[in-house]
């Protein structure tokens, strides 16, 4: 017998920055636009979000940005998201709830 449960993990958080660049060649000033992503957090009761976490992330990403030698320097971050959703799992057999076959982020 096939049994159809939902299990649901704590709140996903994930930050997302828009971030305003610019470099100077040539007497003229360019301007770039980057997005970052932080990887999500599972938050419930126990964990809380790690704001520590998602910086140390951010930064890197910028760092990794900058490391190809493009010149640029941030100016400013123009938009800073934090994103909440929730993760579903739909175990096809619940007596088996290792046995994850749909994973659905809502």
């Known amino acids: 017998m096939i049994h159809h449960h939902v299990i649901c993990t704590g709140p996903l958080v994930f930050a997302r920055a ?3 660049f610019t470099r100077e ?11 970052f ?9 126990v964990d809380n979000f790690d704001i520590a976490t998602v910086l140390r992330h951010l930064n890197k990403a910028v760092e990794n940005w900058n490391s190809r030698g493009n010149g640029y320097n941030m100016k400013r971050v123009t938009r800073f998201t934090l994103c909440m959703g929730a993760l579903f799992y739909s175990p096809v057999d619940f007596t088996d709830a290792s046995d994850v076959n749909t994973l659905m982020q809502v």
């Not at 060649?25 to 997005?35: I, P």
Request: proline content about 0%; cysteine-free.
């Open 18 to 20: 828009d971030t305003l």
């Open 25 to 35: 060649t040539d007497n003229m000033v360019t301007h770039a636009s980057a997005t």
């Open 37 to 45: 992503v932080t990887h999500s957090q599972d938050v419930d009761a």
